[in-house]
């Protein structure tokens, strides 16, 4: 049982590069997540999926692009990247029902230079 | 908007040793829900305790125990028998209901280390 899984784990951008992060989770979770962590801040909320096609903004969007590409994907694109996103990325998912725990992939560490 | 602080940037302690981590939490709602997370060097956010509002009763697992104060907006986390494994970064965080969608809040994080 893999749980949620996020490719890559570790990547290296030029400013003004795109890339996209992928995430993937096998626990038949309608709700699907992606935040940033960054030294200080804790984690914040970039976007979410409540199900399947649908997506919404969280507290920090802007610069990225969300795609619920069917219930088990989730991914997050930066069209052009910035020094500013260079972050940890997270992607997490959960039921809606019954223990309602979050379930968090192993995190994505991107640096733009 | 809800908030959640942690207030203690770090903390150490001695193996065997208990400690408690603090946060507080600021909201109108009425039904929530609150989790301590635990981050070790490897990154991964691994769930160590949560608490549903409408529970007075504090949760328990094994070696950790929260004191959920509702009145408070406080929800401590303790930590018995500290052992060099609870080394990481933990977070404290808020759900606002469960319905689909709704996504946590977190605070800025409090670093525990244990040494020998």
């Known amino acids: 049982n893999a749980g949620v899984t996020q490719t890559p784990k570790f990547q290296v951008l030029k400013t003004g590069q795109s890339m996209t992060l992928q995430c993937a989770q096998d626990m038949n979770h309608n709700s699907m997540y992606w935040y940033r962590q960054d030294p200080g801040m804790g984690l914040r909320l970039i976007y979410y999926s409540a199900s399947e096609g649908t997506t919404d903004k969280g507290e920090v969007p802007n610069g990225y692009n969300v795609s619920r590409l069917n219930k088990r994907e989730f991914s997050l694109r930066l069209e052009s990247a910035a020094p500013s996103q260079t972050s940890v990325y997270f992607c997490?998912?959960?039921?809606?029902?019954?223990?309602?725990?979050?379930?968090f992939g192993p995190g994505t560490r991107l640096t733009v230079t | 908007a809800q908030t959640v602080t942690q207030s203690q940037p770090e903390m150490s302690v001695q193996e065997a040793e208990t400690v408690t981590l603090s946060c507080t939490y600021d909201t109108s709602e009425n039904n929530y829900y609150l989790f301590w997370y635990k981050q070790p060097p490897s990154r991964q956010m691994i769930l160590v305790i949560r608490?549903?509002?409408?529970?007075?009763q504090n949760a328990t697992e094994n070696r950790f125990s929260v004191n959920f104060q509702k009145a408070a907006k406080s929800f401590s986390l303790k930590i018995s028998d500290s052992q060099l494994g609870d080394t990481a970064m933990y977070f404290c965080?808020?759900?606002?209901?469960?319905?689909?969608?709704?996504?946590?809040?977190f605070g800025k994080g409090t670093t525990l280390s244990v040494s020998s």
């Open positions: 608490q549903e509002a409408y529970k007075q």
């Open positions: 965080a808020f759900m606002r209901g469960n319905q689909a969608g709704t996504a946590l809040i």
């Open positions: 997490a998912s959960r039921e809606t029902s019954g223990a309602f725990e979050q379930y």
